[in-house]
């Protein structure tokens, strides 16, 4: 059974970091691109970083380009989510997807996390 | 960036409608197209990709159709389980992008 557990979430001050962990299991890790999504409180999804299977590449939302990195951890199953300078805008439910190869585009995500809030207020 | 635009919003419907959600591409993007439902509190679950293909375990009742930059997403027969809020996306390229959602209401 595919598990993907999100982590790291809570409160943070504008301007702070934090990072997010989602661990995975039940299937070949190392193969598959992941990808993180978000939901701000009350409103839709928004794509925010994808990272294929190898790690090799990654991509970012122009919202989160330069403040998010995306990385993985292929020895350890693991799916990171590093964001600094973060702003009110960045509340939000963030969601660690699998994809189904080893880019985040051109195919389809399958497997869902149920999510870590983040909050970023003073 | 690829725009998806749903339609509508939200609708009404009752046990045992037949509904459509539509979702355009403001450019095309061949078949790179994903349904996902979202109940309230959970994490969304994908239907639907390449447009057309049910995910391993989504029942028939949902079914979607449509390429290039015009999709829909047909569910027969609603049951109480099958309210909530659809979204589409487009994985055809990067950013991917999703629509303003659809919520399917009684």
């Known amino acids: 059974e595919v598990q993907l557990l999100e982590s790291g979430g809570g409160l943070v001050q504008p301007g702070g970091s934090l990072r997010l962990s989602c661990a995975a299991s039940?299937?070949?890790?190392?193969?598959?691109?992941m990808t993180w999504v978000r939901q701000a409180p009350g409103k839709g999804l928004e794509w925010i970083s994808g990272i294929t299977n190898s790690g090799g590449s990654t991509y970012y939302a122009g919202s989160v380009k330069g403040r998010f990195t995306i990385s993985r951890d292929n020895s350890k199953n693991t799916l990171y989510l590093q964001m600094n300078s973060l702003r009110a805008e960045d509340t939000a439910v963030y969601f660690c997807?699998?994809?189904?190869?080893?880019?985040?585009?051109?195919?389809?995500?399958?497997?869902w996390g149920q999510g870590t809030l983040v909050t970023v207020s003073s | 960036d690829i725009q998806m635009t749903q339609s509508p919003s939200s609708l009404s419907a009752s046990v045992g409608d037949r509904v459509t959600i539509t979702c355009r591409a403001s450019q095309g993007i061949n078949n790179y197209l994903g349904w996902f439902q979202q109940k309230p509190g959970k994490a969304p679950k994908s239907l639907i990709y390449?447009?057309?293909s049910l995910q391993s375990g989504v029942p028939s009742k949902f079914s979607g159709s449509g390429s290039g930059t015009d999709f829909t997403l047909t569910i027969d027969s609603l049951q109480p389980e099958d309210f909530a809020i659809y979204y589409c996306q487009q994985y055809s390229s990067v950013p991917l992008t999703f629509g303003g959602g659809t919520k399917v209401e009684i």
């Open positions: 997807v699998k994809g189904a190869g080893t880019t985040p585009w051109r195919k389809e995500v399958d497997y």
């Open positions: 390449a447009a057309s």
């Open positions: 039940g299937f070949t890790f190392n193969t598959y691109a």
